[in-house]
């Protein structure tokens, strides 16, 4: 396209730095009268003087200096723009000071970046084209070419495949070059589709992407909705393609929520179409995104999976994208009647990415997104840079604003064995990293064990979450602060809605440990004492150094804040490889531990269980030093409750309370080793989930819904389908002037506690797990129990000795046990379930089917019962106490069919050879533990 200055290729660092730079905001745009038309405007001293009517038609391209966003065009310029409100018009463009009459969007502060394009007089470069207002194409040959002997070819863009409600096709071998729309889109129901070893190059929108009705067009108020047949997406598979020069996104999968359908949803019902597994495999990216068709705050991944049910991306390369390398979002309920996401499991290992966000802010190298469990793990993420020329919010000042490692919104997103690393800190850089590796938004449960984070501004930003633990990493050459977590003031958390109360909230559930920092960073700010927003908060995390940090996190007290060492000499080989990392990225680097690094046997092994269906409890046992007597429940299952992310912390979860307990009764557990992993019962202890608090209605107090996301957040909720839920109280002071409700500080919105799902059971599927052992010859133990001797379920240990299964209702019982002892004083794994439709009871035993009977438990009898939910003693009555340990449990409302999967994937997964238990290469742990970071020593 002709345009000025003349194209040129995506830098490994800022793709636009090669445009000139607006001076700032001009003057007002008023008419002959002195009327304003346009507040705002674009100003660049070197636009001075040129014809009234020079720029007619131009297209403009302009960075973004707001946050989360990237450069996108304007329409062609019209000779004058009229205010649509007093009909007052103006030239567009104004000679005397260089200035152009454009749409505000967020800013043209000083330093902000442009482009013009498609004017007849930039037609000076060979090879450049033009399209006039009539579809007439001017093209200007290579030098010296002689125009009456060229061939030219012009497409009617017939090269796209579309695969419309058919399945069992595989496409591969093909080459796409210089097709609209998506090239390769699949469309309604489809299943069972491979396209591999495809070549796209040049393309101006979509490489392979997806579609899902129905849509606004085919949407009508007049059908019923519960007729409709909803699309169902399942078992595709992108593989071993490779993408160049591709102009919006390479990879594009959307379940039918998208953003598109979203202001529709908000006031229908709106059923969608769904996505099952889709696997992205080992495909090559370079150059991606520089000609987005997005919105100005698009994040533009190279590669994006959005809410599928299950699926792999794995061993896919990007090199160089305008916007995120990888997105990948788990399930969301949008707020809707009767939604849930029952099971969200996908896995993203073994990619690289490399030169991310060099035309966009925010977002990141990976971003990953809503409800998990989304396992990230084993990839390498280099160099995520989000130049801001223009700066943040008009301020004119450059910055560079992204994240490799990015999580917002993010609930149950495992990250481990990852390298994540950017380029340069230096300070004369100008596109150094100045932000953290690793952020988060909001979010809980997102774990962060060892990883190799090398070379950033700050390690950990963002919100700290709750229920969140950060194992085992290694922390090198960072350069400001360690740990920056929950500052309110922070952009990425404001413009993300995110007050900091939640995560200031959760950090007595918070785990720090075996960490190691390097750097001339300070330790930073977890949290500082005093009142913020609603939440009062008594002691500070705020320190110079991490050993003063980690006594402030003992004594708030947090679950465990022993936080970890600090490093006085880089740990890792890549210091003498500083040059090569700038230059030749992640090639060129070496993130080895040194041979003395004290980081080697200094590590930890942390459990990451395989994610099931319909998650109501899962506790890890790990003890926990702000109350010992409690067992945090890391259960998450997206339900109807879920209305939207703002209010997500306040959905209660299952902590289990001991009668008694303290940091002695806790022993060394099999399945992770940074604690001790998991408590001792000893003929007296037990712990319970109270039977009335999973019944409670969930209240949310309104105003501090609101605050910090103002009232337009509230009336969003207005006019959502799903609000009717939850029931609201008159606002107790009226409305103002604008019709927004009052409320008062203590009104409460409240959701039907009967509408929960928990761990009381009453016609669901249902899987007991649980690892445990006994003291040798010990007998007649319960592991868990909610049973009130008629109704109910319990897994509990035989005065034989056997592990046995027993459901109840209405004094009917059905058991099944395993064939073999489990009281050996060794540990064991036993899981229980039970198919409510077909009545199939089954029990395994360490990764191996024991005992399977057909019960004679009608599929709608009820088994609910007032009992609580008891561990380590009979829930209806005083006996029955177990004597050994309990490392791990999990109660789903599901079976291993529902959950996709099998007992043989799930032991071998958790116990045998999950990526957990190895390092980012697959090698062994050695030694008497494993070692910090993401790679072991060889």
Known sequence: ????????????????????AFDGNSKPFSDEQGNVVLEYGALDEDLKG????????AIIWKTYPSLMGGATPTRPLQEKTVNQETGHSTFTYRPEDGAFALTNNRGFSKGTRYKIENLPQHLDCEGELYLDKNNVLFYRPLNGADPNDLHLELTVNDGNIVVEDQSYIEISGLSFRYTDG??????????????HHCHFRDLMLYAIGNSL???????????????????????????????????????????????????????????????????????????????????????????????????????????RSVGSGIMVQGGVTAGMKGAEVPLCRVLVYNNSTEDTALGVNDYGGFSLWQSGVIYVYNNNIGNSVGYMPGGLFGTGRPINLSYPYYVDGGFKILGFNNIVWSSSVDPTEPYRSQTAGYFSVFGFLNHFTNNTLFRHGEALGGSSGNRTDVISNVFADISTDFLMNNRVENPSLVGGGDTGASGIQGIPSLAYGRNFFHGKAKAGELVSSGRRGEVKVPLDVKAQTIDEMAKQMQAFPLRYGHLGEKLDDLPLVGEYYTHALKHEGATGADFRLKDNSSAIDHGATYFM????????????????????????????????????????????????????????????????????????????????????????????????????HDQRTWDRWMRMEGKEQWAIPEPAKGYNSEGMPLFGDDQTMAYDGDRRKTLISKTDNLLLEVKFKTNPGSKSGYLMSKHDGN????????????????????????????????????????????????????????????????SGLSANASIDNPSDFVVGRSSAKDEGYLR???????????????????IEELYAWQFVNGPHLFDMRGEKIKGKRRDAGALELR
């Open 182 to 195: 998506t090239s390769i889109e699949l469309r309604g129901s489809c299943e069972q589709i491979h396209i």
């Open 791 to 854: 109704n109910g379920y319990q897994v509990f240990i035989d005065k034989k000795g056997y592990a046995c299964f027993m459901i109840s209702s209405e004094g009917k019982h059905y058991t099944i046990q395993t064939k073999s002892k489990v009281n050996d004083g060794n540990w064991q794994h036993v899981l229980a379930e039970m198919d409510r439709k077909t009545g199939r009871m089954t029990i395994y035993l360490n990764g191996k089917t024991e005992e399977e009977s057909m």
């Open 609 to 708: 269980p395989w994610a099931l269906a319909r998650n109501v409890g899962e506790w890890n046992f790990t003890e926990n030093r702000a109350d010992p007597t409690k067992a945090v429940d890391y259960s998450f299952y997206m339900r109807e409750v879920h209305f939207e992310r703002f209010m997500y912390s306040w959905v209660p979860y299952n902590n289990i309370q001991f009668n008694e307990a303290s940091l002695e009764d806790y022993v060394p557990a099999p399945s992770e080793d940074w604690v001790n992993g998991a408590i001792s019962f000893n003929g007296k202890r037990y712990g319970k989930v109270s039977d009335a608090a999973m019944r409670k209605d969930v209240e949310i107090v309104i105003n501090q819904y609101i605050t910090g």
């Open 213 to 319: 009705r129905p849509d606004k067009e085919l949407w009508s108020e007049h059908r019923n909705p519960d007729e409709w047949k909803l699309d169902w997406m399942n078992d595709i598979v992108i593989a071993d393609n490779q993408f160049f020069n591709i102009w919006d996104m390479a990879v594009r999968f959307y379940d039918g929520r998208s953003y598109e359908n979203w202001l529709l949803r908000q006031s229908k019902s709106w059923p969608w179409g769904q996505l099952g597994k889709v696997d992205v495999l080992r495909n090559r990216m370079e150059d991606i995104g520089i000609r987005h068709q997005g919105r100005p705050w698009a994040s533009i991944p190279a590669l994006s999976v959005i809410r599928a049910e299950t699926g792999n991306v794995a061993g896919n390369i990007i090199k």
């Open 1 to 20: 396209m002709a345009q000025e200055p003349n194209w040129q290729p995506i830098g490994r660092e800022f793709a636009h730095d090669y445009w000139p």
């Open 50 to 57: 040129y014809p009234q009517d020079y720029f007619n038609g």
């Open 884 to 902: 050994g340990a309990i490392d791990f449990m999990r109660v789903c409302h599901s079976t291993l069919e529902e959950s996709k999967t099998s």
